[in-house]
């Protein structure tokens, strides 16, 4: 089975787009073996890349306090309004909500695995051994790019863009080896179930940012031209 859900947010560019597929699968070999496979998988993408923060320069919170009402979405020539006239909280040139929704690209792409291999066998009456293996294997891109063009650059003369990519990966492997024992004395029962189980989980990430970028076609996809005092890079294990 799979499904498709494609929804449009409130906010302006804000989005949610996700392909997910399951497969179950269960074969008997005989009446005491037998095999299955549960697998689930999924890639979606969400934008803006986290929350939607949308404002001021410090986020839409703030823009409630230093953006006034009587301030214009657009100015004449159709582009997004960028002076603040309160000039005690935040005024002057700023990067207003609608110029950021429209200006700055930012989402994040995830794709997710999840799957179960099983094999059970009955080795006598009563008496079934069962081992699985369950691995749940993600990662995550977050792009960010904030381009040249927008107002702040352009008043303060900084006309550079700025560009951000975060990675994660996540894997975790699960093994479960048990034998069950089943019996039945008339009104009386015994189960009984012994094993042994093996879990490991890695989570690794990596992070690039940088200013400076002089063409804004590029974005994320030239962190080498950006110079190297501008680039900042981290990971984590």
Request: aromatic share 12%; charged share 15%.
């Amino acid at each position: 089975s799979g499904n498709l859900v494609d929804q449009q947010g409130i906010a302006l560019n804000s989005s949610y787009k996700r392909y997910q597929t399951n497969l179950n699968l269960i074969k008997h070999f005989n009446s005491r073996f037998s095999m299955g496979l549960n697998l689930n998988l999924a890639r979606y993408r969400r934008a803006p890349g986290s929350g939607v923060n949308f404002g001021s320069t410090a986020g839409w919170k703030n823009s409630i306090l230093a953006l006034p009402p009587t301030m214009a979405a657009r100015k004449s020539d159709g582009s997004p309004e960028d002076f603040n006239p309160i000039a005690y909280f935040g005024g002057g040139i700023v990067n207003t909500s609608l110029a950021q929704a429209e200006m700055i690209t930012e989402y994040t792409t995830y794709n997710d695995l999840l799957g179960t291999l099983y094999a059970t066998y009955e080795i006598m009456d009563g008496l079934t051994f069962k081992s699985s293996v369950g691995v749940h294997l993600s990662n995550s891109t977050f792009h960010e790019y904030e381009p040249s063009y927008l107002p702040s650059n352009v008043a303060s003369h900084a006309e550079f863009g700025y560009a951000r990519t975060d990675m994660g990966f996540e894997n975790y492997i699960l093994n479960e080896n048990t034998l069950t024992y089943q019996k039945n004395f008339g009104k009386h029962s015994l189960n009984v179930l012994g094993g042994v189980t093996y879990q490991d989980a890695q989570n690794t990430s990596m992070s690039i940012r940088g200013g400076g970028i002089t063409n804004d076609i590029v974005r994320w996809n030239d962190f080498a031209s950006i110079p190297q005092e501008h680039r900042n890079t981290s990971s984590n294990f």
